[in-house]
């Protein structure tokens, strides 16, 4: 009796462990499932202009990306603090380039002048002035890139001329005379400028609050489709009713 009593909770035992082993094995393909919805979930995230690659890529990655990102903060401050001091002497002081340049050169020339002869009546060494010389190899590399870009502008230019992209030649039809409103209520100095505050605002912003945004385009963009439904139903139907029927019923007969 007593190994019978035994073997029947040995038994019952197993049957217990194998229930348990199915539940676990269940559990893991269920979260298996899980990882697997929640990664599509996660692929089919909405992003602007049908954006597949992160911020970073987009602005061409690279040490101007981390420009425009501000990943380094000294260095970003320095070319926007550049820009801001050239956007205001240029344009607030309304100083010349070619003055700007002249008197900087006489200031720079003069200072060393007068330290090189005061330090030769102090008996002290004459400040070292180094030797500058432009390297060739990124003044190299600056020209194929902009050669590269304005070749890649041109094919562009010329695959919209041709009419094979109507929606191509509507949008760069309509960004050329948004552009010609706002260079005539505004110089290129100033134009340059906001260009560059655009840039080193816009996309950090967008990189922090990246979901939201998306999310919020996804609404307008759905909201926009709603709308364009609307109106050519609307602009269908006018057509349709303007339309005599006299003539729909001779083209059936």
């Known amino acids: 009796m007593v190994e019978d009593h ?15 082993g199915h539940d676990d094995s269940s ?16 692929s089919k995230i909405y992003r602007l202009f049908g954006r597949e690659k992160p911020v970073h890529k987009v602005l061409g990655g690279g040490k101007p990306a981390d420009i425009f990102l501000w990943r380094n903060k ?10 801001t001091a050239s956007w205001i002497v240029f344009e607030l002081m309304e100083y010349h380039l070619l003055t700007f340049l002249c008197h900087f050169s006489i200031l720079a020339l003069a200072s060393l002048f007068l330290w090189s002869n005061a330090c030769t009546f102090v ?8 030797e500058v010389h432009i390297p060739e190899d990124p003044v190299l590399q600056l020209a194929s890139g902009l050669r590269i870009e304005a070749n890649r502008g041109f094919t562009l230019l010329r695959n919209i001329a041709s009419g094979r992209d109507l929606k191509k ?12 409103i706002i260079g005539s209520c505004c110089n290129f100095m100033t134009l340059f400028y906001i260009a560059t505050v655009l840039l080193f605002t816009i996309p950090v912003l967008y990189e922090k609050y990246e979901d939201k945004v998306d999310a919020f385009g996804e609404k307008v963009m759905k909201e926009m489709k709603k709308q364009y439904a609307v109106l050519d139903d609307k602009v269908l139907s006018k057509v349709l009713s303007k339309i ?6 001779k083209k059936k007969d």
């Open 27 to 42: 559990s893991s393909h269920d979260s298996d499932d899980d990882k697997k919805s929640s990664s599509s979930f996660k």
């Open 244 to 249: 005599p029927r006299g003539a729909l019923n």
């Open 169 to 180: 030649f509507i949008l760069v039809v309509a960004g050329l005379w948004v552009l010609s």
């Open 123 to 130: 008996h002290k060494a004459s400040p070292h002035i180094p």
């Open 74 to 83: 000294k260095v970003s401050g320095g070319v926007f603090g550049a820009a």
């Open 6 to 20: 035994k073997h029947g909770e040995s038994i019952l035992e197993k049957i217990v462990e194998k229930i348990h």
